[in-house]
């Protein structure tokens, strides 16, 4: 009896030690998996932004038809004649980015379910197009230069922060920075990790000096256990 019950807690010791071992393997696994995702999510849809925008404005016939509408903090609608380049606005060649859970239009996230989305035109309306899935904050500044650019042309009186209508002609960079999130739930099994960061912009200049000396929060802390990516660009408008 007494060998059967040194035999009995020796086999629970040595199970307690596999399924902690277990237990960490599948958090490791599940915490990774979820990052990973994360990582390719956000970086493709930058660059998938990168090839947009850059075209933005676009009018080799010179029509006059092809600007940059709206230029604030969440949202970039332009239009670019890159299809048939024929001069008129065609299906597709009229574009905006933005977030589809943005209701105050802050560029931060209302809840866990928001996504990066592409709006373009199409016969009798709209398509709207994911981009990236679970993004928390999506942010645009405007530039009237695309060397260094720290003169922001981005009005942040107005409510949203936006490019006043007469200066929009002037974008020659846009500054891009999107928080991706790792997912709309937590794993049960996941390593555990609160994210206290305040996400910010890149510096500007406020002062008049020529150097970059604050940075806008794009995405106050959050506090919670998810997992975060921020990714931010500086993209040259060649039209």
Known sequence: MVELMVTLAISSL??????????????????????????????????????????????????????????????????????VEDGAVNDGENITYALDNDADGNGIAD????????????????????????????????????????????DRTAAPWQVPAGQIANIQSIRVSIVARSGDSIPAMFINHTDSSVYRNRPRDTDGDGTPDTADIILPAQNNDFRRMQVTTEIDCRN
């Open 111 to 154: 809840g866990t379910s928001c996504n990066l989305v592409r709006i373009i035109n199409i016969p009798g309306g709209t398509r709207t197009d994911v981009v990236a899935r679970n993004i928390d904050a999506l942010n645009f500044d405007y530039f009237d230069t695309s060397v260094n650019p720290v003169n922001s042309l981005t």
């Open 14 to 83: 040595v199970m307690s030690g596999i399924y902690a071992v277990f237990h960490k393997q599948v958090a490791t696994h599940n915490t990774e998996r979820l990052v990973v995702s994360m990582q390719q999510n956000v970086r493709a849809a930058m660059s998938f932004m990168e090839r947009d925008i850059r075209m933005a404005r676009y009018d080799p016939t010179g029509s006059g038809l092809f600007t940059i509408g709206t230029a604030n903090r969440a949202e970039l609608q332009f239009l670019s004649d890159n299809s």
